[in-house]
């Protein structure tokens, strides 16, 4: 266990090396990228052993294993947390990702934002959320196309209980990381073009790269980069 914690410590301090490497490569300033440490299917004492080494922002998928965490983490009274809902939301589902959550990333189509929306005002409260794009047009992504994001903009703007900050993208995956680059930049670009046509909304955020690819994505102007294998350890499906 003890052995466990430590290799988890080691590994974080080697991502957050490769985090500000990649950072300076591209000119920018390590401490506009955050890391969100990934914590799917792996127990509380994981995430107890990263946060004793600094790691305040987690990542989970499943709104299950999120909630049960979040209630695991504040019975043993951990020093607070900050939570992030990364994976798809179901749309008969929406109720349960409002919570006590920093940022919902992976609002991936227009039915799923007005449920959230809807569920949100009715808790009194507004989601910080960010817009989950196909970046590639694979049919095993999420998200919404770049086409239709750019119609729906002003109507998914408009709803009451999000509070948009940006976009979030999946790379197809690749053993050679370096192709996943154009996928980080069309993001990035697309970001700029909605920034442009709505200047009084936040698109500060760009939560892109993954164990595989997270330095690309900084190179190309990731704010978050959401990273599991590589502090955790391969997962087991
Ligand atoms: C699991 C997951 C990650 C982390 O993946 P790793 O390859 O383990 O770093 C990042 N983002 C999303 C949306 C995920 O589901």
């Known amino acids: 266990m003890a052995e466990r914690s430590a290799q988890i410590v080691a590994n974080l ?19 506009e990228v955050q890391l969100v440490a ?11 052993a990263a946060s004793a080494a600094g790691q305040v922002d987690f990542g989970e ?3 299950e294993e999120l909630w049960a965490k979040v209630e695991a983490a504040r019975d043993r009274q951990l020093s607070p947390l900050r939570w992030h809902l990364i994976g798809t939301i179901q749309s008969r589902k929406t109720r349960e990702a409002v919570g006590p959550f920093t940022l919902i990333h992976s609002v991936d189509r227009t ?7 809807h569920d949100a005002v009715a808790a009194g409260q507004r989601l910080d959320v960010l817009l989950e794009v196909n970046v590639s047009g694979e049919s095993s992504k999420h998200g919404f196309s770049p086409d239709e994001l750019r119609t729906e903009s002003a ?27 154009p996928f ?27 164990t595989n690819d997270f330095e690309i994505a900084i190179e190309e102007g990731a704010t978050l980069v959401r990273v599991g294998s590589a502090i955790f350890g391969a997962r087991t499906p």
């Open 13 to 31: 301090e080697e991502v957050r090396r490769r985090m500000a490497a990649a950072a300076h490569r591209a000119g920018r300033s390590p401490t």
């Open 38 to 48: 990934v914590s799917k299917t792996y127990p509380l004492e994981d995430i107890v």
């Open 61 to 63: 998928s499943r709104l």
């Open 111 to 117: 039915k799923v934002a007005q449920r959230l929306s």
């Open 155 to 181: 109507a998914l703007l408009a709803l009451p209980g999000l509070q948009i900050h940006g976009l979030m993208t999946l790379a197809p995956y690749s053993d050679d990381p370096e192709s996943t680059r």
């Open 184 to 210: 980080f930049r069309a993001l990035r670009q697309l970001r700029d073009e909605l920034a442009t046509r709505h200047p009084q909304s936040d698109w500060s955020q760009l939560s892109m790269g993954m």
